[in-house]
Structures are given as C-alpha cells and as structure tokens.
C-alpha cells in the first residue's frame, strides 16, 4: 500500500521520467506541425489543379507544342506573252523560338547570332522583345543566308536553342535592274506598316509589297497563311505533328507589259537619267516603262549588306520612278497651245502668223529657239519647226485660263490613274489662283508666254505626256494608263472622251506627222517602219543642263503605240538625242509584230 502510493505521487510529480513526457509532446508537436503543412501542401495541389489546372497545362503545352507557321507562296508575275517576270525560290532563313528559352537566357545567344550574322544584338533583342518572350510563334530573324553562314549556324546549333534554320520561299527577279520600278520589292512589315495593317492579319516578320506592283497588287500576291502544330522533345526535336493547315498560294497576275519591249526601251535610255514610256492609245495598255537609275530588287529578298546599301547611295536616287515625276514638259506642250486655240474659237483653222526672232512682253525679250524666226506659219507649219514665237502670239490671244482648262482635260496636273498611285507625281497646272495662294504673285502676261512652251511652273510627268499624245493619237479620248487588266475587260473602259471637234483633231496630226516628215523630228522620218507622227521638246533647267523629250506614235494614220523618251538635264535638243531613242523602241515594236506575222 505504501509502495503503491508512492509510485503514485512519483508519477505525478512533474520531476518524474523526464525522457518519456517529452517525447510525447514533441511527437504530439511533430504531428501537429505535419497536419499544418500537409494542408497547406493538399490546398496548394488544390489550388494548382483546380483552380490554375487549365493554366499550367498551357504553359506545359507551351513548352512541348510548337507552331510552326507555313508562309504561302507568292503569286508570280508574268509579262503579256506569259513569261516570268517576279517568282520564288527556296532559300534559307533564321527563327527565333520566344518560348524555348527564359527571357534572361536570350543574351548569349543574342551575342553569337550577333557575330554570325552581322545583326546588332538590340536590334534582334527589340524583335524577341516586340513579339514576346512566351510567344510560341516563329520569329523570321533574317532571310536568304548564305552557305557560310548556314554553315556557321550548324556548328553552333548546341549552344543556340530555339534558334532555328529552315527553307522558305524568297521574292526571285529573274530580270534584275530592268523591271524594278515597274515591279518594286518585297521587305519585312515595318512596325508603322504592321500597326495599320493589323486588321488584315500581319503580324512581325511578315513579307510585304514596299513598293511598285508588289505593293499595289498586294492583296492578291500575298496569299493565306498555314502551319503545323507539332510536338518535340526537350531539345526541340519534332515528336509527332498534331495538326496542319495547308497555306494558300496568292494569286498570279499578268501584266500588260511586254518584256522584249521593256528591254528594248532600257537600252534604248542606256545609262542617261531619264525614262522611257510606251503605251498602247487604244485602251492605255502600258507596253513598257523604264527609268534610270534603278536598282536591282533580289537584294531586298535577304538582309541588305553595308556594301550593298552604299553602292545604291552612290546613285542618283535609285529609288524614284523617273517615269511618275514632274517636269517641264517643254514643246511637246505645244498640243495643248493648239487645242486651246482652236476649241476656245479664238483663232481659226486657217490661222497664219507671222514669227520673229523674239517677242517683247512686259519689256521682257522671249526668243524663238533659233534665235531668227521662221517667217510665216500655220498650226502645221509652227508644229512642224515648232515655232515659240508662233506659239507666244497664240497664247497671248487665247490667255491662260483656257490653256490651264485643257490641260487638265489631257490629264495633267493629277494622277493618270495607274496603279502605281503612291509613286506618282500629280503634277501642276498654274493659272491665277495658284499664283496668288503659293507666290502671292499676280499673273503676269511673262507667265503665260512660258505657259504655251510648256516652261515656267508646268509640271508633267512622262507618263502624263504619253496620254496626252494618245489623245491625238486615238482621236480624242483621253486614256488611263494601266498595268494590270482582267481577260473581260473592254478597251472602251479605259477611254473617256475630251470633247475635241474634228478640225482640232485634224490639225493635230497632221501638225505632228509634218514634225518627222520635215520639221524637227526628222530622224524618225525612216522608210523601214510604218509612217511615225511625234513631237520635240527641250527644257531649261538653268543653272543645270537642260531638259530632252520626244513623244511619238505609230503608225500614224492608225495608231497602236505611242513612245515618249525624257532625258533629265541630259543637254542636246530633243529631237537629236531623245527622238533617236524613241525610235530604237518603235523599232523593237515593228520587228516583234513582223515577227509574230501581224506585217
């Protein structure tokens, strides 16, 4: 009993088996702590498969499933006799996978493409940066790479994961300089072109039309995209395809130039600035548009060289369609003079007017090209020799309103209509109004007198020029210009007609035809090609050399081309030096239509 109960207290003591009390507080501790984190754990399991399951499963996706966009293949561009004009080619290009690597990864292997490619590591940093460091998409990162480089990229394709090289499609010119203005380029959407262009489903690294056909025809060259989604392995290596997207090839287009004309008219200008325009005046088909300098357009298919780049600096601005701009369309303007006069009334179609040395106006002595005169002429005979001082009575008869009418009839001082809108030039037609807004001048008399030569403010481009010579040439319509048509179009579409009497029409041609047959234009006046009608001119450019034109058509009791050749501050007249080069294309017409058995 006495035992007993001292056990008992010595159990009750708190100074009793201190071992065995403390182990069973801390496991009960232990277990209790266990409960705590073990919940926490099973509500952040929770958490992360019931709440945010959805979530990392697309993350995880990320990373295993790739998308792998499959650019379409540009549509072609052919010439009217169906040859290749603009195409593709395989050729190599580097991608950036965003996703297959942590943003803070990226920089080294930014600082060996760097070196690899001759790209500067913040510009490639921008374009990741730009398009997101968890975008699944392929970043182009430079396209058309040489075999060096290619094989540069191999060697080092350990140490660059989510850099990727594969085959695509580039822009191919099979024709190089010839046709780059007509045909333009194709480069990488900028970040101002992808913001307006959105809409339309660009996106970074997109191949786009910068400019010429490829621009204005691009929605129907550029086609659908399509893709594979695949998933790899760890290394980024493909697994399996999980589902694919054909693209859709953009359409092809047929041009109304003719190539053997093209090359022609190039030749024909050689190495002068200048342009060279050949249009059909029947429904204002263009056969053949040349400018020089130009540029070749496969170098814009890759990354532009620093070479590449200062070699066209060394041009006088390659990238100006000569054959779209504004200049002094000097005599060839005489057209216009003679229409004003005859359709404002004025003067009769059996005016004669004495010519002289010069003119005095507003005490201002204005010459006649030959510094003598010519005696006395009629419409022809003043077109023939083309005549200033004939021209000024004219113009100081008819005044400069009437002058400034018709001309914007023939189409000048706005654009012709031609697809290459952007590009082209409107041109300017002065009168009064203009005068005042712009110089806070009057009119002066002096200004009409340049007027009627086609000098002073007049702005027109050679294409402009062609369509007035088509007037003439078809009749009286004013045609527009174009270098793309369907197989159902009617030439009437492209036909508007400007109101000219017959009697107008009449002095016209045979006013031009009189210019080759023994006036100004004589060199085109040849016995192996049909009868040529066509008109000079020659510009001041003071205190540059001056400008050259020479517009023809042929054959001139029924026309079907009309040629206009320009040469910029080239110096000489214009039927010495740009009438030959209308002819050598004219040439190439006849021979190309004898050939063909059409003559």
């Known amino acids: 009993m006495v035992l007993w109960q001292q056990t008992a207290r010595f159990k009750e003591s708190p100074w009793a088996e201190p071992g065995i009390g403390r182990g069973r507080q801390a496991v009960v501790l232990i277990a209790s702590i266990s409960l705590v984190l073990f919940g926490a754990i099973g509500s952040r399991l929770a958490y992360l498969q019931l709440v945010k399951g959805q979530e990392h499963q697309q993350m995880a996706d990320s990373n295993r499933i790739r998308l792998i966009p499959k650019p379409p293949d540009r549509g072609r561009i052919f010439d009217r006799q169906g040859r290749l004009l603009a195409g593709s080619r395989l050729s190599y290009s580097v991608f950036l996978w965003p996703i297959a690597q942590r943003p803070q990864d990226w920089q080294k292997s930014l600082t060996t493409l760097a070196q690899l490619l001759d790209i500067p590591e913040k510009e490639m940093k921008n374009r990741l940066e730009q398009a997101g460091y968890y975008s699944p998409y392929l970043l182009r990162l430079a396209r058309g790479i040489g075999p060096a480089q290619i094989t540069a990229l ?84 493909v697994l399996r395809i999980l589902g694919k997207k054909p693209s859709v090839a953009g359409q092809d287009v047929t041009l109304t130039l003719d190539l053997d004309l093209q090359k022609a008219a190039a030749k024909a200008l050689g190495t002068r600035r200048g342009a060279v325009v050949a249009i059909d005046p029947r429904d204002g088909a263009v056969r053949a548009l040349v400018s020089y300098p130009g540029f070749d357009p496969n170098i814009f298919s890759g990354r532009v060289t620093p070479h590449q780049w200062q070699e066209l600096q060394r041009r006088s601005f390659p990238f100006v369609n000569r054959a779209l701009q504004g200049y002094p369309p000097a005599s060839t303007f005489k057209i216009i003079t003679t229409t004003a006069a005859l359709e404002s009334g004025r003067f009769s179609p059996n005016t004669v007017l004495a010519t002289f040395p010069f003119l005095t106006v507003g005490g201002i002595q204005f010459w006649d090209w030959n510094r003598a005169g010519f005696g006395p002429l009629d419409f022809t005979g003043a077109m023939a020799w083309s005549s200033d001082t004939f021209f000024y009575q004219i113009a100081l008869g008819v005044k400069e309103q009437p002058i400034a009418e018709w001309s914007r009839r023939y189409g000048f001082g706005e654009k012709t209509g031609l697809e290459l809108a952007a590009e082209e030039a409107k041109g300017l037609v002065p009168d009064e109004a203009w005068k005042l807004k712009n110089l806070q001048e009057p009119w002066y008399a002096g200004d009409t007198v340049n007027m009627s030569i086609g000098q002073g403010f007049m702005q027109t481009s050679p294409l402009q020029v062609a369509v007035m010579f088509a007037v003439v040439a078809n009749g009286g ?62 510009a001041e450019d003071p205190p540059r050399q001056s400008h050259t034109w020479f517009g023809a058509y042929a054959p001139a009791d029924k026309p079907e081309l009309v040629v206009v050749a320009f040469g910029e501050n080239s110096g000489g007249g214009g039927g010495s030096l740009t009438g030959p080069m209308t002819l050598q294309v004219l040439e190439a017409y006849f021979a190309q239509q004898k050939k063909q058995g059409r003559r």
């Not at 045909?183 to 339309?200: H, W």
């Not at 174009?482 to 009437?492: C, E, K, V």
């Open 154 to 237: 191999m060697e080092h394709s350990d140490t660059l994961p989510g850099v990727i090289l594969n085959a695509e499609p580039i822009r191919y010119y099979p024709q190089g300089e010839l046709l780059s203005h007509v045909l333009g380029y194709t480069g990488e959407i900028s970040e101002k072109e992808l913001a307006a262009r959105q809409p339309e489903n660009y996106r970074i690294g997109d191949v786009i039309g910068q400019m010429g056909i490829e621009s204005a025809l691009e929605s129907r060259l550029r086609g659908t995209w399509g893709g594979q989604q695949v998933e790899v392995d760890a290394r980024g290596q």
């Open 477 to 538: 319509d004013r045609v527009r210009p174009h270098l793309y048509q369907t197989a159902g179009d009617s030439p009437s579409q492209w036909r508007t007609s400007i109101g000219l009497k017959p009697v107008t029409v009449d002095i016209l041609k045979r006013g031009l035809r009189q210019v080759v047959t023994g006036g100004t234009g004589g060199k085109l006046n040849v016995s192996h090609l049909p009868p040529i009608a066509g008109k000079s001119g020659t």
